[in-house]
């Protein structure tokens, strides 16, 4: 696959493989980038700045903008919206399979906590040029 100026090969771990795998990579975790050099980076919002940062469009305008203004502005919204996919994970430990779909559906129904966040999402969005 290439992304930008970026060369990737996605290696899929199955499970099967993750526990062998866990204790040699940073944090114990994954993602791991792995640049040429042999540089490991890790951690998914850093990554995506990294990339970000040092790629570029098909037009080649940077990706992450230099102005500090407008970086924070993309930092704020992302960080908004990690907020919101919090609201989520606590369903994630639910056994009950009927019960979760409730807690789910309500969190995105109308008034719901991820419902009004995405709201504020898009009131804030709508208020620029469209594009996050």
């Known amino acids: 696959m290439r992304c930008g100026v970026w060369r990737v090969q996605d290696n899929v771990v199955p499970g099967t493989e993750w526990g062998a795998l866990k204790p040699t990579t940073k944090w114990g975790q994954m993602?791991?980038?792995?640049?040429?050099?042999?540089?490991e980076m890790t951690q998914s919002k850093a990554l995506c700045r990294y990339l970000a940062r040092t790629s570029k469009t098909p037009e080649g305008k940077a990706l992450y903008p230099d102005d500090p203004l407008t970086a924070f502005q993309i930092d704020e919204l992302w960080e908004a919206l990690e907020d919101v996919r919090n609201k989520l994970v606590?369903?994630?430990?639910?056994?009950?399979q009927a019960e979760k779909e409730a807690?789910?559906?309500?969190l995105f129904a109308e008034g719901g906590a991820i419902f009004e966040g995405l709201?504020?999402?898009?009131?804030?969005?709508?208020?620029?040029?469209?594009?996050?």
């Open 31 to 39: 993602p791991v980038l792995r640049l040429p050099d042999g540089t």
């Open 90 to 96: 606590p369903t994630f430990s639910i056994a009950d």
């Open 103 to 106: 807690a789910r559906a309500a």
């Open 119 to 132: 709201k504020q999402v898009e009131t804030l969005v709508s208020a620029t040029d469209g594009y996050l």
